[in-house]
């Protein structure tokens, strides 16, 4: 579901990434496919140096759809930056890409904290942001944060993932057994 980029899926990435339902909402915006070569290799450098933490999302089939990412890391803190390609919206792969991601941000690279700025005018990124159990709206609760991604102008909603929610999500996972009854799975 998730792998390192690789230069190597940058045709089919970058495909992806310029329909008109996906371009507007991408962070780093590439006009050609050689410009998106450039980001890509930009993106693993920086991975590198520890500022962002980077994966291509893929199908079952291990095809490249999209990219998942974490920005501007500080202070065991980032921005996600999630894109999936239109013609695997609505497929069931977005969900299961953040678990992947969250498990590896929280449990192995040391995060504490994931935010998501999301335009106000991205009702899909949104109506997803608030299907996570584990997230929280963060416009009062993160107020000076809030104002510093909105300093030109109201535009983003600001989410919040901590790793405790995310964690407590996890372990009150509860499954219905044979007999009706509940019961705690185990994270």
Known sequence: M???RDVNDSHALYELLKHPDVFPFVRHKAYSHDEYVFITKQAMEAEDRGEIISRTIT?????PIGTINLYDI???AGFLGTWIGKPYHGKGYNAPA????FQELFYENGIETIYMRIRKENMRSI????KLPYTVKANDTRASLYSQINAESEVYDLYEISRDQYTLYLRRGMDQTDDGSTQLLEA
Do not use: I, R, S
């Open 2 to 4: 998730l792998k390192k």
């Open 59 to 63: 199908d079952d089939w291990g095809a």
């Open 74 to 76: 500080q202070d065991h």
């Open 98 to 101: 953040k678990d992947a991601f």
């Open 127 to 130: 109506k997803a942001a608030e």
